[in-house]
């Protein structure tokens, strides 16, 4: 990559910015929600209340460990802009 830096021309090489790297993390709390969501749509009335009340914070815990172990792939990474400049000397 630095030997394709270098053949860019100088003028080129302004407005380029560096990039962060971040992977994006599935949140258990957020699938369980859903997953509650939808039980509730079809089921009983404070249905939703009730279940999360039942879910131990160690349940919650175990499907984040899971979800990390899945979805710990560099598919799952972003990249972004920063407001730091390359310097192009």
Known sequence: MREQWEDIDVCERYGWYIAEKERLRVNAEDVIAKIIYDMDCD????????????????????????????????????????????DVI
């Open 43 to 86: 089921g009983y009335e404070d249905m939703e209340a009730i279940l999360w009340d039942q879910i131990a914070q160690d349940d919650i815990d175990r499907v984040q460990n899971v979800l990390d172990s899945i979805f710990d792939i560099e598919s799952a990474d972003v990249y972004y802009q920063t407001n730091k400049k390359i």
